[in-house]
């Protein structure tokens, strides 16, 4: 991802938040490095927000579907070995073929740091943020 505005990377920004009743919320903002335009204005974004663009965006973006595809159907496989064996050797567990690019929504949504990161690297599209909006280049 880069800066729509002067071009550098994008960092993430991690921030915690007391609550009054003790407790703490944490936040993650997306912004500029700055390390080609110190001055560089472009806003940061929160995570939550740039999630939910980035599933609207996904079906536009171009996927190296192959890693995916793999990643997707061993994870199937898991899932139907575990239920087998939860409910009986002999069951017979169907799930519909899955997506690449649904896949993708729920790693956004649901994934690990390292699950997102690795969905991004499928990504052939390069996004670009600028005023809290990612566009596809």
């Known amino acids: 991802m880069k800066c729509g505005t002067c071009g550098s990377g ?3 920004d991690e921030k915690f938040k007391k609550l009054k009743d ?6 993650i903002y997306y912004r500029c490095c ?6 560089c204005k472009n806003p940061a974004i929160n ?14 973006l171009s996927i190296t579907s192959l890693p995916m595809k793999e990643k997707i159907t061993s994870e199937v496989q898991r899932i139907k070995k575990f239920y087998s064996m939860m409910l009986d050797e002999k069951a017979q567990i169907y799930i519909k073929k899955i997506d690449v690019r649904d896949y993708g929504k729920f790693i956004l949504q649901e994934g690990s740091i390292d699950e997102k990161r690795e969905f ?5 599209s390069k996004i670009i943020l600028n005023n809290k909006i990612i566009k596809l280049s």
């Open 10 to 12: 994008i960092t993430a």
């Open 22 to 27: 003790g407790g703490v919320n944490r936040h």
């Open 34 to 39: 700055k390390s080609r335009d110190q001055n």
């Open 47 to 60: 995570e939550t927000d740039l999630i939910l663009q980035l599933k609207k965006l996904i079906d536009d």
């Open 120 to 124: 991004l690297r499928c990504l052939k």
